[in-house]
């Protein structure tokens, strides 16, 4: 047995002790999670009773690994907008690719990324990468400072030595890092855009970042998109003149709202405000840029560090039409490949945000595997390499009783100007990583060893 898998179990049996089985501290423990607003769509984000943990030399592969992997994605990301040609193999709509060719007016393409990976058997798999309005960072920041002094962590720590990795001061330092890039000037006005629909009881991750921001002694407000305007070179909300923007909506999210005449656009295209992450983040977020990244053809000059990573660490991906293309250095039929060997592989919609559903190929006959190929005709979707998650069990509290369940387990490595410094866990019990009263974020600690 692991050093890992040693404190864990010792953990669970502590929950099983007389000191901690009556569950007594598990409602303090809820109520503060909902006064620290650490909830989303009425439920608390971590109904987990434990915090995940990863060891000192797995997060210090994780950076490893993940700091390539985003140098790559940067490095494509700049070989699209030098041949725009390859841009079709992304299926971006006409205004997307409008957008991707303003310059943002800063070096990194992606200022702030999540890499949506699987850490098993000691090695990361990255199943997505999430530029476009990645999440997550500020929950877990809350949940991490939570936990840490629960009164079961607090005894485990008589024992353990534990490390935090929190990023809200790594997305400020970010923020405005971007912005000094942008040439922007002393103390920024910042907005942090999201969609508001008047009062919700329902907080938001971005209140969090506001919060932390003001105290920090930034001026920022919650800002919806229509309530912009850009008059007399600048962009505003009421009496506030923006220099920053942090964006929360996605370009398809935005697109789907609004045109090109929008006054964000105009305010971006004339470089008037400073926006994180700039409309080019799409490029990556798409799935099928995973594709591009997985082509020899195309990373042939790219750095060996950078190729070891993307072969060992991401997995094959194609946007599904009909084509040749290659696997392992042979040529393929794609359509044909796919309907021969679902069992090894899975269709995404290429867009996270379109609201598609999914195909698991091991899950399904041959019958609704055609079927499902024949909604990637009617949708741009990718496929990609089977992936197995994690799988680690999580104690939970059922009806005031302890219940341990295996959880899949995504790990969410945070890139801030291409440098690793934070990270989350998703757990979930089924299939996909969805949302469901038994999934949620848990806090993430650096197991350093025993005391």
Aim: net charge positive; proline share 6%.
């Amino acid at each position: 047995m692991s050093q890992l898998d040693e404190a864990i179990a010792r953990y669970h049996r502590m929950l099983q002790s007389d000191a901690f089985r009556d569950m007594a501290w598990v409602p303090a423990l809820r109520e503060r999670m909902e006064a620290e607003k650490l909830s989303a769509g009425g439920r608390l984000l971590c109904p987990f009773l434990r915090p995940h943990l990863i060891t000192r030399r797995q997060y210090e592969a994780l950076v490893k690994t993940s700091e390539l992997l985003v140098s790559a994605v940067d490095r494509m990301q700049h070989l699209l907008m030098e041949a725009p040609a390859l841009l079709g193999r992304l299926d971006l709509l006409p205004a997307e690719k409008m957008l991707a060719t303003i310059e943002p007016g800063y070096k990194t393409v992606d200022v702030i990324c999540r890499l949506d990976s699987h850490l098993t058997g000691g090695a990361l798999h990255l199943v997505h990468y999430n530029a476009d309005s990645p999440s997550g960072i500020a929950w877990a920041d809350g949940l991490s400072e939570l936990f840490y002094n629960s009164p079961p962590v607090k005894e485990f720590r008589k024992r353990h030595t534990l490390t935090r990795v929190g990023g809200k001061k790594h997305l400020l330092a970010a923020l405005l890092g971007a912005y000094k890039q942008f040439g922007g000037k002393g103390r920024p006005k910042i907005a942090i855009l999201e969609f508001r629909s008047g009062f919700s009881a329902t907080p938001s991750e971005y209140e969090l970042f506001r919060d932390f921001f003001r105290r920090e002694g930034y001026d920022v407000e919650l800002v919806s998109p229509d309530q912009l305007e850009f008059r007399n070179g600048v962009l505003r909300r009421g009496p506030l003149a923006i220099d920053l923007v942090y964006r929360r909506i996605s370009v398809q999210e935005f697109l789907q709202r609004f045109d090109l005449t929008h006054p964000l656009v105009q305010a971006y295209r004339a470089r008037a405000v400073c926006m994180v992450n700039s409309f080019r983040s799409e490029l990556a977020d798409k799935r099928a840029f995973l594709g591009l990244l997985t082509d020899e053809s195309l990373t042939g000059k790219f750095p060996a560090a950078e190729r070891k990573a993307i072969a060992e660490h991401v997995p094959w991906t194609r946007l599904v039409a009909p084509s040749k293309t290659t696997r392992k250095g042979r040529t393929i039929d794609l359509e044909d490949y796919i309907l021969k060997h679902r069992e090894t592989l899975v269709l995404k919609p290429n867009d996270e945000h379109s609201g598609q559903s999914t195909f698991l190929g091991w899950e399904m006959d041959a019958p609704g595997w055609d079927r499902a190929m024949q909604q990637t005709r009617r949708a741009p979707y990718v496929v990609q390499e089977r992936v197995d998650p994690a799988v680690v069990q999580f104690p939970l509290e059922t009806y005031g009783h302890l219940e341990f369940k295996d959880m899949r387990v995504d790990l969410h490595p945070h890139a801030y100007l291409g440098r690793v410094l934070s990270c989350s866990s998703w757990l979930s019990s089924g299939g996909l990583p969805g949302f469901s009263s038994s999934s949620g974020l848990a806090p993430t600690y650096i197991l350093e060893g025993s005391k």
